[in-house]
């Protein structure tokens, strides 16, 4: 059999990150004011409503380098018991990354 034979499944994989680990799927972080640039980010990860409070409130943009960076730091930060939301920016160019987690964990923490 193929893999492109298999039928599609998902797989449940147990991956252990300490905040040094996630420290790692990260390059750059700054505090919310940047979220104030109208259309910049496009939310593409996370509940719209719960993402419009939280960008007026505060927290923490941390630029990622690849999808599965920014989905593993995202889900790192809502298990920590933090709001996480998963952004593209459209600002990105070139070689840069767009993927962005905004987490409601206040910036500098």
């Not at 993402?51 to 599965?68: D, F, H, I, N, P």
Request: glycine residues 10%.
């Amino acid at each position: 059999m193929h893999s492109t034979d298999r039928p599609s499944t998902t797989m449940n994989l147990v991956v252990h990150i300490d905040a040094e680990r996630a420290n790692a799927l990260w390059h750059i972080a700054c505090g919310p004011k940047v979220l104030d640039e109208d259309d910049r980010f496009e939310l593409i990860g996370g509940d719209a409503h719960t993402y419009s409070e939280r960008s007026r409130k505060g927290g923490t943009v941390m630029w990622c380098q690849s999808a599965l960076e920014a989905i593993v730091l995202s889900d790192y930060e809502a298990a920590r018991g933090h709001g996480s939301w998963r952004l593209w920016d459209m600002a990105a160019r070139g070689c840069e990354s767009g993927h962005v987690v905004l987490t409601s964990r206040e910036w500098g923490c």
